[in-house]
Nanobody, 121 residues
Framework: QVQLVESGGDLVQPGGSLRLSCAAS????????MGWYRQAPGKQRELVAT???????NYADSVKGRFTISRDNAKNTVSLEMNNLKPEDTAVYYC???????????????WGQGTQVTVSS
């Protein structure tokens, strides 16, 4: 049983900052990568940023230079520091983890329930 819980979504004005956090819990053997995806109203879900357990990162072009993803492998958590937020960043942000459960051979994708980020004046 694996659960991802996001926190930190809020209403923030343009140019402001916000920090999202996600914690994975359960019978986890190893986490290969964690990341953040977002889905705005009327839009497709898109990748925001990912990070492997080894620290390799990948960012969407739209957030490069503004967002920073980090992780704490010991705590099975991932965070997303969002700076200089823009109205177009408004979306539901979903935490994702690709991990192996204890006693399982293959890795699987898990998703959090989502946290709302609204950027508006």
């Amino acid at each position: 049983q694996v659960q991802l819980v996001e926190s930190g979504g809020d209403l923030v004005q343009p140019g402001g900052s916000l920090r999202l956090s996600c914690a994975a819990s359960g019978s986890i053997s190893s986490i290969k990568s964690m990341g953040w995806y977002r889905q705005a109203p009327g839009k497709q879900r898109e990748l925001v940023a990912t990070i492997t357990s080894g620290g390799r990162t990948n960012y969407a072009d739209s957030v490069k230079g503004r967002f920073t993803i980090s992780r704490d492998n010991a705590k099975n958590t991932v965070s997303l520091e969002m700076n200089n937020l823009k109205p177009e960043d408004t979306a539901v942000y979903y935490c994702n983890a690709n991990l192996k459960r204890a006693w399982y051979t293959d890795s699987e994708d898990y998703w959090g329930q989502g946290t709302q980020v609204t950027v508006s004046s």
